[in-house]
């Protein structure tokens, strides 16, 4: 599964992170994915701030999903792998997983559905054709 996808951002578990059994809180599997998701798609080279400074188009979160697949606990090395599995006309789902630093340990997986949506009127809009371009080049399974 960890061959599905080409970005990893990488992680140190730190103490802040985990709860009274030594084991990651919960609620930060999503602070991961969000971290990693921003780092996924600054290696695209796509201008987050910059697209939404221009267009007044930005993502929303609509769906969030995580499964508990082994404790990640303190001081751990992992990566976070994100990928594009899906583009609708206005939806982005992205696909998460995450290992224990260079292995196929998987600890959890993940989905993350973002809408793009008009910051005026709060209506969904179309994903860009130059964003659905930019994922391609990566995402051979969307090309």
């Keep these: 599964m960890r061959q599905d996808f080409w970005f990893h951002f990488p992680f140190r578990v730190r ?3 985990v709860d009274a059994q030594a084991v990651v ?6 602070t991961y994915f969000d971290t990693a998701i921003t780092e996924y798609f ?10 939404v ?17 082994a404790p990640i606990r303190f001081d751990e090395e992992i990566d976070v792998c994100v990928r594009v599995a899906r583009i ?4 982005i789902t992205l696909a998460l ?3 224990a630093r260079g292995s196929d340990d998987l600890r ?9 949506t008009d ?10 054709e130059s964003l659905r371009e930019m994922i391609a080049s990566r995402e051979k399974a969307l090309a």
């Design 15 to 17: 103490y802040s992170e």
């Design 25 to 30: 809180f919960n609620a930060h599997y999503l």
């Design 42 to 51: 600054r290696a695209l080279g796509y201008d987050y701030l910059g697209e």
């Design 53 to 69: 400074a221009r267009t007044g188009i930005d993502f929303h979160t609509v769906r969030s999903v995580v499964e508990y697949k």
């Design 88 to 91: 609708g006309r206005s939806s």
């Design 97 to 99: 997983a995450i290992f």
């Design 108 to 116: 959890a997986t993940g989905e993350i559905v973002w809408v793009a």
């Design 119 to 128: 910051q005026q009127t709060h209506q969904s809009v179309a994903v860009t």
